[in-house]
């Protein structure tokens, strides 16, 4: 009786120690979930689920490393978002934003690099061979024109410029010389409702991100005006 007495004793004590270790170790589990969480929501933009600027930046150089000239850098600005403000309010345009960066994610695949760089401009990295440009660039232009259906049952109308830029066509694998390109063709193309791919003399042009319309020399696919 008293050896039964001291077995249970003996593995009282030793549950009782395992419970004790165990008692820090998802103290740390726990602090490291809600780290991670913190650090991805340092990533990713609140509104859309998107990365934001910085993260966007790596993961797209590490793509354009990766693939080389089989790569497409896209920029997409969404067309007259004021007037959607206004006419529609601020949760719509919110509304928006969400629902554009879905179709871009969509777009794009899970291998991409998706990125909200403010405001109601995005950006995509992805693996994009030239033979099958044109054919996803006509795609996303019609992805971006569908209108955005809202909670309370409103259909807004939406429209977004688009601009794209390979390293092949222009001649460049940075990712700062080819996004000042995507720019500077996309707004060759303002409201035209067709993406424009930018040539080597987009990346030259004198402006800050490459703002400065009426460059020649850019080819357009998409939906007609």
Do not use: C
Not at 88 to 106: C, K, S
Not at 150 to 176: F, K, M, Y
Not at 184 to 211: C, E, F
């Amino acid at each position: 009786m008293d050896s039964v007495l001291h077995h249970q004793g003996r593995i009282g004590s030793r549950t009782l120690l395992l419970t004790a270790a165990a008692v820090p170790l998802t103290g740390w589990a726990v602090h490291a979930v809600a780290l991670h969480k913190r650090l991805a929501a340092t990533r990713k933009d609140p509104l859309t689920g998107l990365l934001r600027r910085d993260a966007y930046t790596a993961r797209a150089r590490r793509l354009l490393a990766r693939h080389g000239y089989d790569t497409a850098v896209v920029l997409v600005d969404q067309d007259h978002f004021k007037a959607v403000n206004d006419d529609f309010g601020h949760p719509a345009g919110d509304a928006v934003l969400a629902a554009t960066a879905a179709r871009l994610t969509a777009w794009a695949g899970p291998r991409a690099a998706v990125g909200r760089l403010g405001g109601d401009e995005f950006a995509v990295v992805l693996e994009l061979p030239a033979g099958r440009l044109e054919q996803r660039l006509a795609q996303l232009v019609r992805m971006l024109h569908t209108p955005v259906v809202l909670e309370d049952g409103r259909t807004v109308g939406v429209a977004a410029s688009v601009g794209a830029a390979t390293p092949r066509a222009v001649g460049s694998r940075d990712l700062t010389v080819l996004q000042r390109a995507a720019d500077a063709a996309l707004y060759d193309g303002k409201h035209s409702g067709r993406a424009a791919v930018a040539s080597p003399a987009h990346t030259t042009v004198p402006s800050i991100n490459g703002r400065r319309p009426g460059r020649p020399g850019t080819a357009v696919w998409g939906r007609a005006a």
